[in-house]
């Protein structure tokens, strides 16, 4: 009797395979042939999961976007103030520089190669940030001068400049007191 795979759980498994070749040898540098042998399997395997490189990389963004989205909608509409749904989201960020770091280089590869689809992602949690800001403003939890769309968009560059960073040099911040400067930080701004 042919052994039956569950094709949800092996989709997973080559993505999580795939992350791994394309965070070592980048993008370009990886074929599908790469990707089977990573995962365990034969490329014609691989091609029943998979037609083309692209297919997988655009689930690969797909994953990846819908993950962070999630972090981000998490924390910004969970419990508490604002101030500490926003410190929440920057130690949640702060907690996962290594896991993102060891896929840097895939992550910019990525970015590069589906520009757009991060644009649209990066409206999105720009978009809720800011909502999240403008609450914390009619509630009087964030300084009426702030511009929330402004500073939606200057946190989340700072905490991608951060990960792009620990990405290029793990060892230049310890991520404890990252994580306790970007509190005092994001008290400082949005409470001034």
């Given at each position: 009797m042919p052994?039956?795979?569950d094709a949800a759980?092996?989709?997973r498994e080559i993505r999580s395979a795939a992350r791994r070749v394309f965070a070592r040898r980048g993008v370009p540098g990886t074929g599908l042939g790469h990707v089977a042998r990573a995962a365990g399997m034969g490329r014609s395997s691989l091609y029943h999961y998979?037609?083309?490189k692209d297919a997988l990389l655009q689930d690969l963004v797909a994953e990846t976007l819908e993950g962070e989205r999630e972090l981000f909608h998490t924390c910004l509409r969970g419990e508490g103030s604002v101030l500490e749904r926003v410190q929440q989201l920057t130690d949640g960020c702060v907690a996962l520089f290594?896991?993102?770091a060891s896929l840097g280089r895939l992550f910019i590869?990525?970015?590069l190669r589906d520009a757009a689809r991060f644009r649209r992602?990066?409206?999105?949690i720009r978009a809720e940030f800011a909502d999240v800001l403008r609450?914390?403003?009619r509630r009087g939890e964030v300084t009426a001068e702030l511009d929330p769309v402004l500073a939606s968009a200057t946190l989340i560059g700072a905490i991608d400049g951060l990960l792009i960073q620990h990405f290029l040099d793990s060892k230049a911040l310890d991520p404890d007191a990252l994580r306790a400067e970007l509190r005092r930080i994001v008290r400082a701004v949005l409470t001034s």
């Open positions: 052994k039956q795979v759980v092996q989709r998979y037609a083309d290594e896991d993102w590869d990525l970015r992602f990066f409206r999105e609450e914390g403003q």
